[in-house]
């Protein structure tokens, strides 16, 4: 049996007509840029999030980017960030000449240990940006504690998090809307995914809004007038006509995403030699993907891969090994939990058209390579 880690070619041929309506609407339109599709899209964002402001963008790093510029992410800023996490959360802030200030994880959850983030703060720190990975947000009621304590702004990097929710204040609260922004990727593989590229920057304060809107197209609020130097960073139409259609269907795709995590967790529980993701209290988990912590891990890999089954490493390289981030004066060590991640999380296949044969299959061959 041959088990693809991502395959977006199942959920169009369940949703065809749909999609080929939406995009065709579009071309016979010749509004490719900020068409109708795009305002719609956002107000439909807005609804299921709860948030009362979005600005869709051409990507989630340019998101990142772009609200880390509005916050004053830059020009020598410190911003407390994660180490175990994608590139875009760190070069965002480098790219505007600011310094990130790494942070360790948690061991459980992935995301970044507050009470690490606490003790890094300096007279220098700006900001937070925590990072929502793989199926839970960070622990925001303890970031926005050390925010307000030390009269910081807040980040949220939500490029994964699309569907998940934290207590905070005594009710559920969207990923991405507890701090000043949140952001949201599209890219395909993502729980909500396109057809391409695509981000979106949510906010519940109209002054951060208003700028993040005129930020993405060159920092005008009229055209030929232009109050910042922004950028070129606007969500394609075609992009969000494709979204619109998937948004529609979002429960559906998050529980059977969830029907897969169950699967998984059953069959693998109890094998020697992994460790399944932990569920901190207060959250409601979206599967965006399927990490367990493996012994063996590399030889665990290629097993699968024999099998013809898919799977991915998140992350393969903590960023403050990586070279570009040389300059900031790290080395191995400094960052142990992230280290050890580094070396042992493996991303399973997890994508809502998985059948449970499939996802039975992966785990039986987990089990054979650790009774070999």
Excluded: W
Excluded at 62 to 77: E, M, R, T
Excluded at 262 to 268: K, V
Excluded at 274 to 281: C, E, G, M, Q, R
Excluded at 293 to 305: F, G, H, P
């Amino acid at each position: 049996m041959k088990v693809p880690f991502y395959d977006a070619t199942r959920e169009y041929n369940i949703y065809k007509n749909e999609f080929d309506k939406a995009i065709a609407g579009v071309i016979a339109s010749g509004a490719f840029i900020l068409g109708k599709q795009v305002q719609e899209f956002e107000e439909a964002v807005c609804k299921y999030t709860g948030a009362k402001y979005a600005v869709g963008v051409a990507n989630g790093s340019d998101a990142l980017v772009i609200a880390s510029d509005i916050l004053g992410y830059k020009n020598g800023a410190e911003v407390l960030t994660p180490v175990f996490t994608f590139f875009a959360s760190t070069s965002c802030i480098a790219r505007l000449n600011g310094q990130p200030a790494f942070c360790d994880v948690d061991e459980d959850t992935f995301c970044m240990d507050m009470k690490d983030a606490g003790n890094r703060i300096t007279g220098k720190t700006k900001g937070i940006l925590p990072v929502h990975l793989f199926l839970q947000t960070a622990d925001m009621n303890a970031c926005m504690e050390l925010a307000q304590k030390h009269h910081l702004t807040v980040l949220e990097d939500a490029a994964e998090a699309f569907g998940m929710r934290i207590m905070y204040n005594g009710e559920y609260k969207h990923s991405g809307l507890i701090g000043d922004f949140g952001v949201f990727s599209f890219f395909p593989t993502k729980t909500l995914g396109g057809y391409g590229d695509g981000g979106m920057i949510v906010t519940n304060n109209e002054e951060l809004y208003q700028k993040a809107k005129s930020y993405r197209t060159h920092g005008s609020s009229k055209k030929y007038h232009h109050d910042y130097i922004g950028y070129n960073s606007r969500l394609d139409t075609l992009q969000a006509a494709v979204l619109n259609v998937k948004l529609s269907h979002i429960d559906i795709a998050i529980q059977k995403r969830a029907d897969h995590a169950s699967h998984y967790c059953e069959m693998l529980k109890g094998v020697s030699g992994i460790k399944l993701p932990v569920i901190k209290n207060g959250n409601k988990e979206a599967n965006y993907v399927f990490c367990i912590q493996s012994e063996k891990r590399d030889a665990l890999e290629k097993y699968l891969q024999s099998k013809e089954i898919g799977t991915s490493i998140y992350y393969p390289i903590p960023l403050h090994l990586q070279k570009c981030f040389e300059y900031l004066g790290y080395k191995k060590g400094d960052f142990p939990t992230a280290e050890k991640l580094c070396e042992t999380v493996l991303a399973l296949p997890m994508f809502p058209e998985l059948t449970e044969d499939e996802v039975s299959f992966v785990c039986e061959s987990i089990k054979e390579f650790y009774q070999r």
